[in-house]
């Protein structure tokens, strides 16, 4: 699993959250569950979301760790083909990342 926010690596705490150290950063329950379905597993397929406004980033791919393509609303990898959409107001809201300056980022 890839950090949605930054492409590092995340590793898997005992409780079953991800975790992205470089960040320090911790995946609430709800993703980390949903992405490890949606993008490690592939046991449950990724929705089709768009906002229908300019969302920003840069994202990652769970699944893969590429960059991720902003196009109409939507976050969605060209290699996987996923989709994040539906997730990036939870990411953004309970999941706060710390940047390369030091500073927390959105």
Not at 6 to 30: A, N
Not at 34 to 47: C, V, Y
Not at 62 to 70: D, H
């Amino acid at each position: 699993m890839f950090c949605p926010k930054c492409g590092r690596v995340m590793t898997e705490t005992s409780d079953g959250l991800f975790y992205c150290e470089p960040g320090e950063m911790y995946l609430t329950k709800y993703l980390s569950d949903t992405f490890r379905r949606q993008f490690i597993e592939r046991s449950e397929p990724t929705p089709e979301a768009a906002l229908g406004v300019r969302i920003g980033g840069p994202y990652y791919c769970p699944a893969c760790g590429r960059q991720m393509v902003e196009r109409e609303g939507a976050i969605r990898c060209d290699v996987c083909r996923l989709n994040m959409t539906r997730y990036i107001h939870p990411l953004i809201t309970h999941c706060p990342h710390r940047g390369a300056s030091g500073r927390w980022e959105l």
